[in-house]
C-alpha cells in the first residue's frame, strides 16, 4: 500500500481517514501481539502509527474505542458460510470463530478488551452493541434455515446464534478449556438439534 | 462472632486460620462492593483485614489468589436442585446463578477476576480449575436424569452443564444483555431437550 501511496496534497480526505485508520488499527494490533496490553496508551498508539494524539482522541475517544474498532474489524474477517444445511453452517461459522482465537494475539485482544470495560464501564455498552449487530448480520444462516422449513417459523434467529456463540467465550474466558473442531461439531449439533426441535420459537 | 471470640492464647490453629481468612475476604468483599478493583492491593487487604501483609501472601500469593477464594465461597452459596426433572432442576440451577450476579458487588467480583487473569495469565489455570470443579459438582443433576432414563446412558454430564453455564457468562461479560427468568426458562429448556436428544453422548 505504501508504494502506491499518492503525493501529499492529493488525497482525498476519506482516503487519508481510511490510511490514518489503518495506521492506527495496525499499531494497537502490534502491540497487543507483544501482550502491552497494560501499557497500551494514546499517546503510544500514536507515536507507533506516526499520527497526532489529538487525531487518535478526537475518533477514537481513548485506548478502549481504538482496541473495540480493532475487534470489530478482525471479527468481520469471519465469513458467514450457506452450505444450505443448518448444522454444517453453524459448524463452519464456529470453526471461523475458532481460527480467528486461535492466534495469541487474537486472544489477547478479546480479553484485553473485556478487560477495558471492566475499568471503563462505558466501553460495555459499545462492546454489547457492536455483538447485538454482529449477531444479527449472521442470523441470517438461520433465516435461510427458515425459508427452506428446517426450522420451525418463528425462530429466532439471534438466539441460536447465541447458542454457539456462547460456548465459544465462556471457554475463552472463563474455564480456558480447548477449543478443537470436536467441540465446534458438537456445538454446532446441540444448536440445530434445539432450534429443529422448536425450542427457540 | 466477635463476641464469642475465645481469649487469644486459647485459639486452635484452624479457628484462627479461619477467622483470618474470612476477615481477608471480606476486606476484599467490602473494596470490591465500592467497584475499586484496580486499586486493591495486599497493603490495603492487609490493612483493612487488619492482619499483616506478609500473611495474606503467604497464603494467597497476591490479590489475585484472594480474588479467586472469594469468588469460590460466593458461587459455592447457588444450591444445587433435586426436582426429579432435568429440566426444572437446571432452570431452577440458572436461577441461583442469575441470583448471584444481580448484584453490581458479585458482577464486580466476576469482572474483576476475568481482568485479574489477563493481566496475570497464572491466574487463568487456578480460575480454569475451579469452573471445571464447580461444572462436575452441579452435573450430579444430569448423572440423577440418567439414571432416572430421562437423559439417554453415556451423556456427558459436564457439557450439559457448560451448555447452560455459557449462556450466563457470555451474557455477564460479552454482550451485556439481560438476564431473566425467561432466559433462564429457554437456556434451560434448549440444553435439556439436546440432553434428551442424546446431543451430549
Known sequence: MAQQRPA???VRPGGRTARTR????????????????????VERLAARAGVHA???RRRWGSVQGVVLDLFASVVEEVT????????????ILLDGILA?????????????MIA??????????????????????????????????????????AQVIEAVSAPVYYR??????????????RTADVAA????????T
Open 172 to 185: 475463552l474466558l472463563v474455564t480456558h478449556q480447548p477449543l478443537d473442531p470436536a467441540f465446534a461439531r
Open 80 to 91: 458467514v458460510p450457506d452450505t444450505g444445511e443448518l448444522r454444517e453452517d453453524l459448524r
Open 100 to 112: 480467528l482465537y486461535a492466534t495469541p494475539r487474537n486472544r489477547n485482544l478479546l480479553t484485553g
Open 116 to 157: 477495558a470495560v471492566v475499568e471503563h464501564p462505558d466501553a460495555s455498552r459499545v462492546m454489547g452493541r457492536f455483538f447485538t449487530d454482529r449477531t444479527r448480520h449472521v442470523a441470517v444462516i438461520v433465516e435461510r434455515a427458515a425459508a427452506r422449513g428446517e426450522v420451525p417459523a418463528g425462530t429466532d434467529a
Open 54 to 56: 489529538t487525531t487518535v
Open 8 to 10: 501529499h496534497g492529493s
Open 22 to 41: 489503518q495506521a492506527v488499527l495496525d499499531a494497537a494490533l502490534a502491540e497487543l501481539g507483544a501482550g502491552e496490553f497494560g501499557r497500551l496508551s
Open 193 to 200: 438439534r434445539a432450534a429443529r426441535a422448536g425450542a427457540f
